[in-house]
């Protein structure tokens, strides 16, 4: 199985966040997207999942048979897409039972990552640490080639990152493939690495007026911008004072 | 595929069922209409009968409006919207599953609920009888006609009054012939079968267009 990723760019009420991204992941390889905030790491997760739609390039999942891409993968995001009412173990049978090709238990799952004594509790009962480990279970309960991984080391302890690293590694020699985002180090052994780098656009100081033009049209209008606020706040005081 | 949807199909009803779910709720406001309304009116039995159908009919609509912007919105802001996209099995079908169980939840109940609200409004027992079948064969229309609009909704935070608005005209069809349904089966002109095969004509488009559209309507969100 192989992903091949060509040329992707991405827009988000058009505005153009990336572009010209590229890279291919075979079996067994880990993918880390680095990046500042606000680069576009999620966005190019959220569009290897398919909620957003590529602007541009595309994305091809080869040797993969009938199943379409979406059905070959696990994505695990910001959201931890568990049910607050339910408790872990249910939410991991809801999860074992929908996605399909059940792999371990939802008991056996919870043990991997350390929780088998809460899975009777409420998710709503757990800390946030905790919470995230029952969704990364999600990872184990169902078989999915390519896991979408959003900041996965978010609100874990040293511990659990480990226990984490180990079910990547694990994965990746059942013939698995990681796209993962992160700030913290992974340590994954030999993964690629890719930068997402903002397409230059304006200084946000220029405004929504100055959203698509080029930097000779937007000066004009960021002096004007500091004139309403003068001509604003004698108005704001009237209206204290009266 | 049929195991996605049974076990979407539990989990909604789990849901429901816990505490903070949407379970007794349309009952509870169904039963709250349904009880204010013969104070308000009087004591005048022979209006209460006559105009008692349309109480009933009015007070489901609503009892089936009221939790319905939770429908989607709910899996939406926690994630699961995007973990119920990964099935083996299409949108629609995860619609269906969801609009089955919310169905299961509000409008079977109030369905079973009615010949014992039909006492407040000195229904006939034929009324009654009516009642349940009506509300039967009708409250699934509503539900799949609200699940376009709460699809649409679902990424809108407080869109419980627009999902109203969307959705309360193409509802008036079906309040229209559950009441003349209801209200053929104590007398009147019109046999009962009339009106009240139109409105399970209604119920049966409503499920196949209102599943393609709310599916339509999710894939296009975001």
Redesign the interface.
Known sequence: MRLSVNNLACERGERRIFEGVSFALETGEALVITGRNGAGKSSLLDLLAGRLHPAAGTIVLENAGERSLAECLHYVGHRDALKAALTAEENLAFARDFLGDPRLSSRDALEAVGLAHAARLPVAYLSAGQRRRVALARLLVAHRPLWLLDEPTSALDAASQETLRLLLERHREGGGMIAATTHSPLFLADAKEIRIERTPFPPPSAGEGAKRSEAGEGEPVSPALPSPGPSGAPLSQNGEGS | MM??F???L??DL??AA????SGVMGLIFFLMIVTLIPFALGPDLNLLSRIGPAILWIAALLATLIGLDRLFQADQ????L???????APLEMVVLAKVTAYWLVTGLPLAIAAPFLGFLVALSPEAMLAMVATLLAGTPALTFIGAVGAALTASLRRGGLILAILVLPFMIPTLIFGVSAANAAVGGTVPFATPFLILVALSLIAAVVGTVAAAAALRSG?
């Open positions: 195991r996605s049974r076990a979407l539990i989990r789990k849901l816990r505490v903070g779910g802001e926690d994630g699961s995007d973990l119920l996209r990964l099935s083996p975001e």
